[in-house]
């Protein structure tokens, strides 16, 4: 691109080194600015107009451009803009959010806490299980297993965790005690002939094996995703995690579920866990919980994962981990704000009834001659591209079909994720039916003109 000198692109190819972006590449195409939000739309900084079908990045369940989340960060900014949670220090904000968080979580859990990022929540698990485990007396007990394909963030054990090539490559990362297993994605994975049950029975089996290579008394901890998003939106077979969950019981291994994008309705119940019936040991979520308007993430877990680390806390002194911005009041203050939306507008009731049409649209480019899979469960949803239907082959050059394909989505209105060529779909929770359509009408113009 030729960006007028001091104008916003001309600088931003000059100072901003972007997160997650071909650096040489953005140089020459200059940045998308957005410039502004309302409901489901975002609009450029020349006025144009796009359906945001990512809520960003999987996050603004509100949409964009909600006053009373403005007001509440206001209110709270005049009040009590900052206060920490150090060395028995409090404040009401975290008070309630935490409680709100123990009683709206899945399974049984007994405490909250708060970090800033995703990426953080899960750091931060990794270092309340070896604590615990330590705690126990049991310091082998350290392993942790994830799975390829899954995202659990890029910070240094949160990368190790996350089962992403891009994400590791020359980062030195994942920690030799970070393993992963197979991604439970039936249609890419199975054997031929292979029936879903079969499917997830093998891969139940796999982590069965792996826990056995490696000893169950080195073994700590699994963590998935129930839907895995930023992998490529990733829907398990119906029976995976009862699957999977019996093995992690059997070996004492501990289950923490990643609802960093599943979280609040994704799925169509509010937890994926509520999808697939995990009951965790400790879960994460984000995103959602502030519609991303500032960052947060909450971690909880039950009260016999807390009460050994605790009683360690006694026994040392103090639990040395924590943020200065741990349960921020601004954060606390828009989550409880947000969470009030959600239930006052009944934004994750109205999953299951949005979720027939926003899959019937979905499903409706399946018979493509470039379209492998379409899948989706509640309002998430993908469209994986490949260059024989038949042979579920890929492209030659990996991505740039789906990177041309995102260019014309944003020539007709529409920012969707290209995650390399599958096409990720995860709106805001208050789109509407008319919405959907226009949505996909949208899309379906772009794909239109990729294969003209
Ligand atoms: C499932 C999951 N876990 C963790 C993360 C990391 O969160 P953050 O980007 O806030 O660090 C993400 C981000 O997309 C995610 O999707």
Known sequence: ???????????????????????????????????????????????????????????????????RLAEAAFRQMSELPFYHSFSHKSHPQAIALAERMVKMAPGKMGKAHFTNSGSEANDT????????NNALGRPQKKKIISRLKGYHGITLVSASLTGLPNNHRDFDVPFPQFKHVSCPHHWRFAEPGESEEDFATRLAQELEDKIL????????????????????????????????????RKYDVLIVADEV????????????????GITPDIMVCSKQITSSYVPLAAITLT????????????KIGTFGHGFTTSGHPLAMAVAMENLDIIEERNLMGRVPQLSPHFLKRLHSFKDHPL?????????????????????????EKPGATGLRLAE????????????????????????????????????GRAFARLTA
């Not at 931003?12 to 020459?28: G, K, L, S």
């Open 303 to 314: 009260n016999e994962i807390y009460n050994v680390i605790a009683d360690n806390t006694a």
């Open 1 to 67: 691109m030729t960006a007028l000198p001091n104008s916003p692109a001309a600088r931003d190819i000059e100072y901003y080194f972007h997160p997650v972006t071909n650096a040489r590449r953005h140089e020459q195409l200059g940045p998308m600015i957005i410039a502004k939000g309302e409901g489901i739309h975002v609009f450029d900084d020349q006025g144009k107009e796009y359906i945001e079908a990512m809520a960003g990045l999987w996050s603004v369940a509100v949409g964009f451009g909600e006053k």
């Open 408 to 443: 014309l989505g944003h020539e007709e209105g529409i920012i969707f994720r290209a995650i390399g060529d599958i096409i990720a779909f995860c709106p805001p929770l208050i789109i509407t039916d008319e919405q959907i359509d226009d949505l996909f009408d949208r899309f």
């Open 213 to 248: 290579a490696e000893g169950p008394e080195t073994v700590a901890a699994f963590f998935g995703e129930p839907v895995m998003g930023a992998g490529g939106v990733f829907i398990p077979p119906r029976t995976y995690w009862q699957k999977i969950q019996d093995v992690c």
């Open 371 to 395: 379209v492998g899979e379409t899948r989706g469960v509640g309002l998430i949803g993908a469209i994986e591209l490949v260059a024989d239907k038949k042979t579920k082959a890929g492209f």
């Open 261 to 276: 994008i599943n979280g609040f309705g994704r799925t169509g119940n509010v937890w994926g866990c509520d999808t697939y």
């Open 125 to 132: 698990v990794v270092k309340m299980i070896w604590y615990y």
